[in-house]
């Protein structure tokens, strides 16, 4: 069956360290998304990819990067995490030209800043 | 600015009963809409959504209804089942096939036996 992972699930790490959120699709989805979820703010997307070499910058981007080498992955780099970047990460992928309907989240990485 | 708004954090509704569920948005240019329902250590899941060409959508027990001129919509679960105990969040984009949604803060729905 066709899926996404998110890996680390979990991890805690220092404030000033650089983090790698890793995402991979086997759906060969051209679309891909990095959202965070925080109380009081529901889910904001931070970058977003409509295929390989694309890259674009949500709402909520400063302090985070994205690189799409190839269609499977799309990974989320914390330059120099904050204690504000502690939060439950959430990439999604979807068919090019689709709706919403067809846009599929990961189960999440929760990343811990100290 | 939060473009999307659920004002309700939570709401518990008896099993058997009908859960409502709310979502106000400011930005006029969104023209498609949808909800998301998220268990936890979970990702969301995609639950039934509408366009703003209509102002009604059914998928089995849920409904969605769409009032533009009060720039509202809502979800109605009937009947509830406990199944349905998760957060549902309320997305909206501008314009079919775009992808990038804007989400709501989220309402945690409590179905009580």
């Known amino acids: 069956d066709a899926e996404i992972t998110q890996s680390p699930r979990h991890k805690i790490t220092e404030t000033g360290r650089q983090v790698t959120l890793a995402c991979h699709q086997t759906?060969?989805?051209?679309?891909m998304f990095w959202y965070r979820q925080d109380l009081g703010h529901g889910l904001r997307l931070i970058h977003y990819?409509?295929?390989?070499?694309?890259?674009n910058k949500g709402e909520v981007s400063d302090g985070y990067s994205v690189s799409r080498s190839n269609t499977e992955d799309l990974p989320l780099t914390l330059e120099s995490a904050a204690s504000s970047q502690t939060s439950v990460y959430f990439c999604?992928?979807?068919?090019?030209?689709?709706?919403?309907?067809?846009?599929?989240f990961g189960e999440g990485s929760w990343l811990t800043v100290v | 600015d939060q473009q999307v708004k659920q004002n309700s954090p939570s709401l518990s509704v008896q099993e058997g009963r009908i859960s409502i569920l709310n979502c106000d948005y400011t930005n006029s240019m969104f023209d498609y809409f949808l909800w998301y329902k998220k268990y936890p250590a979970e990702g969301p899941t995609f639950l039934i959504s509408?366009?703003?060409?209509?102002d009604k959508n059914e998928d089995g027990r849920f409904t969605v209804f769409l009032n533009k001129s009060a720039k509202h919509l809502s979800l109605h679960i009937v009947p509830s089942q406990p199944g349905d105990s998760a957060v549902y969040f309320c997305a909206a984009t501008r314009g079919f096939g775009n992808e990038k949604l804007t989400f709501g803060t989220g309402t945690r729905l409590t179905i009580i036996p």
């Open positions: 509408i366009s703003s060409i209509k």
């Open positions: 999604a992928s979807s068919d090019q030209g689709g709706s919403g309907n067809t846009i599929y």
């Open positions: 759906w060969n989805h051209n679309n």
């Open positions: 990819s409509y295929g390989v070499q694309d890259t």
